[in-house]
């Protein structure tokens, strides 16, 4: 069982930097591949950007590109998203997710592709 615990969350202004941590307890933390996702109120969760176990591939959704980057220490079973320019837009709950993969430059975009996930951290962009 893979427990991941977001930090990092906040209230910044419109333009502002935050970057998320999501720490997990699995010890081969280089086999998952690992994504952020966000939900604002009343809204499905939304895919924001995914890695590769390895740290070779990755994906940002349109959204997010060029202002968000994700990235990974699997020496210290982290993973971090690393948000610039934030927009008011940005405002959700982020949560990470992680999936054991079959090879190491996978990575998934969908919900459901994840089996574990983090309580989320809410992050708050004011305009």
């Known amino acids: 069982q893979v427990q991941l615990v977001e930090s990092g969350g906040g209230l910044v202004q419109a333009g502002g930097s935050l970057r998320l941590s999501c720490a997990a307890s699995e010890r081969t933390f280089s086999s998952y591949a690992m994504g952020w996702f966000r939900q604002a109120p009343g809204k499905e969760r939304e895919f924001v950007a995914a890695m590769s176990g390895s740290g070779g591939n990755t994906f940002h959704a349109d959204s997010v590109k060029g202002r968000f980057t994700i990235s990974r220490d699997n020496a210290k079973n982290t993973v971090y998203l690393q948000m610039n320019s934030l927009k008011p837009e940005d405002t959700a709950v982020y949560y990470c997710?992680?999936?054991?993969?079959?090879?190491?430059?996978?990575?998934?975009?969908?919900?459901?592709?994840?089996?574990?996930w983090g309580q989320g951290t809410q992050v708050t962009v004011s305009s």
């Open positions: 997710a992680a999936q054991r993969a079959f090879y190491s430059g996978i990575y998934y975009t969908a919900p459901a592709q994840y089996g574990y």
